[in-house]
């Protein structure tokens, strides 16, 4: 079986008269758990909806599995951004994951016990199944992203796409997400990208970091990729990276302030 | 109200189906009463009670044109709420939730539908409120008919795409990266809900339609979390609420679709009581940090 699950060489990435990022080179191999960061609109979640087969590539060759990228493929395990998750959402959790795994089917279901057992394994893995009765509604940020992550891993796939799991989560519950995630994809070999805004709850369990900014995507190991001389060339402006003794990073923007840009719609990126 | 004894109420229902149109009243209003607990919950789920709302007014306007040319009124308002489903089908999902647009269309339907009443040659006020608030008991052979035809369609399409329709309305972004067809589907709701709505005017008329296809289900979601009993509570309390409005009405000389939607505003309000008086005992700091 082939180790290199995902593979883009010269890939450029837009909409009509516009593109987002360009002439990207990467790969996502088996089992590698990978962190896909960048500033708002950069084009995070239009990479995920390369991926998934949802959106077409402007230029360049991106293959998934060997192949190219098609709507429905159930090798992949996708967490979007947002669920509305609201007080109308009274549903228990096993439903939603159940859903994920039969919710194609058409017609009564005739294998209801087949369901639940592996709707039951899947929060199971994610130490979710004390939640199975609960309604959705009444669940915590990090309660909801668990479950989230038991309807994306129930069919079983040999990648995930995780869109910004922890940023409504404060630190420690993203602390215990990340470990969580960590310890799924080392005990399923299963290759993760994982969308977010900063690197530092995720560092010690990466294996790659594809760094999107400025229309441009770095890809490498942590280390190679967040210093100060590539964020730079990145950006495009005088970046500087700095460690404190814990082994976080602060990626400082040496004439405008701290880099994070203003707050800006991802989805503004895809419209 | 004191309760009858069982005996009494016996007889009083042998009483009751003495007279043909109680007959034909309690048969569409059970049917209808099903079909509305069940798209009702979809409805709820999806949040598309606006749309619900457009298609029965759309409906006034072909109910209306049925009465201008003297057909049944509901053969006129299935076809211009299918029309109007159809046509919302094919701008798109998200076109079932453009409040602007569709408020603008149902306004328009609305006057058409009283330009066709002034129109038509007979007694516009009485046809009027027909229309606009229920005339289950004026109900016609040919309309049960049609009734039952149409609610047997709606009933078996929807437990064909049930779980597709449940898993998209639940989590559209997962189900469209699955591959399923969410346009399709999405628009295949608008028209189970179009010819749903359009049978469910007869008991409710145009503007109490929510009496039936919102309510009820609204009441069940918030008592029950797993949706196939959360589906057949709403199935019993439209079914109850449509009997207990014909029965009380039969001997009180108010309208039936005023004590159907008394019944199930009643019961909405105490669910609503009793759910804020749990939550508040239940409640939580963690339960609010999430989003």
């Known amino acids: 079986m082939p180790s290199e699950i995902v593979m883009a060489r010269d890939l450029t990435v837009g909409y009509k008269g516009r593109q987002v990022w360009r002439s990207a080179n990467f790969s996502v191999n088996r089992g590698e758990f990978v962190a896909v960061i960048g500033p708002n ?24 599995f060997g192949a190219q990228p098609r709507r429905g493929n159930p090798k992949i395990g996708y967490v979007p951004q947002r669920h509305v998750i609201d007080n109308e959402t009274n549903i228990e959790c096993i439903e939603l994951v159940r859903l994920a795994y039969s919710g194609h089917r058409w017609g009564l279901s005739l294998s209801a016990r087949e369901e639940k057992r592996a709707a039951m394994d899947a929060l199971e893995a994610v130490g979710a199944a004390e939640l199975a009765d609960k309604s959705l509604a009444s669940l915590s940020g990090g309660e909801l992203q668990r479950v989230f992550l038991a309807e994306a891993l129930v069919s079983d796939p040999e990648m995930l796409l995780l869109d910004e799991p922890l ?15 960590g310890s799924v994809v080392r005990s399923r070999n299963v290759a993760t990208l994982l969308v977010a805004h900063d690197i530092n709850p995720l560092i010690q369990f990466l294996d790659k970091v594809i760094y999107i900014a400025n229309g441009k995507v770095a890809t490498g190991t942590p280390e190679r990729v967040l210093t100060s001389k590539n964020l730079t060339a990145l950006y495009g402006t005088h970046v500087e990276v700095l460690h404190d003794s814990l082994g976080h990073i602060l990626i400082h923007s040496v004439h405008g ?9 991802e989805h503004a990126a895809r419209h | 109200m004191n309760m009858l004894p069982g005996t009494e109420i016996a007889s009083a229902l042998q009483g009751i189906f003495r007279y ?13 009463a099903v079909v509305a607990g069940i798209i009702g919950y979809l409805v709820v789920l999806r949040r598309s009670a606006f749309a619900a709302h457009a298609y029965s007014e759309i409906g006034f306007a072909g109910g209306a044109g049925s009465v201008l040319i003297g057909t049944t009124p509901l053969i006129g308002s299935l076809a211009a709420a299918i029309l109007g489903g159809l046509t919302i089908a ?14 603008s269309v149902l306004a328009f339907a609305m006057g058409l539908g009283y330009l066709f009443l002034t129109l038509s040659s007979g007694n516009d006020a009485a046809n009027a409120i027909n229309l606009l608030f229920g005339d289950i008991l004026g109900v016609s052979s040919s309309s049960i008919l049609l009734t039952l035809v149409v609610s047997l369609m709606v009933l078996i399409v929807t437990v064909l795409v049930y779980r597709p329709l449940l898993f998209v309305s639940l989590d559209e972004d997962v189900a469209e990266a699955k591959g399923m067809p969410t346009l399709l589907l999405g628009g295949l709701f608008m028209v189970l809900l179009a010819a ?8 409710t008329g145009v503007l109490l339609i929510f009496a039936l296809m919102v309510i009820p289900a ?21 079914v109850l609420a449509t009997w207990a409005g014909l029965f009380i009405a039969f001997y009180v000389p108010y309208p039936v679709s005023f004590f159907i939607t008394s019944i199930v505003f009643a019961m909405y309000l105490l669910v609503r009581l009793l759910s804020r008086l749990t939550v508040s005992r239940a409640w939580r700091p963690g339960a609010l940090t999430g989003a």
């Open chain 1, 167 to 181: 940023s409504n989560l404060d630190i420690r519950r993203a602390k215990e997400l990340v470990e969580l995630i």
């Open chain 1, 41 to 64: 609109g950069a084009g995070k979640t239009t990479m995920f909806r390369m991926l998934l087969g949802l959106q077409q590539p402007l230029s360049g060759t991106l293959r998934v």
């Open chain 2, 196 to 203: 749903a709505v359009s049978v469910a005017i007869q008991v």
């Open chain 2, 90 to 103: 094919v701008l798109g999902n998200r076109a079932s939730h453009r409040d602007i647009e569709i408020g």
């Open chain 1, 257 to 265: 302030g701290p880099e994070e840009p203003p707050e800006e719609d």
């Open chain 2, 20 to 32: 043909q149109f109680m007959q034909h009243a309690f048969e569409v209003g059970t049917i209808i």
């Open chain 2, 218 to 238: 609204a009441i069940a979601v918030r008592l029950i979390k797993r949706p196939k009993y959360a589906i057949a509570l709403a199935v019993a309390i439209a």
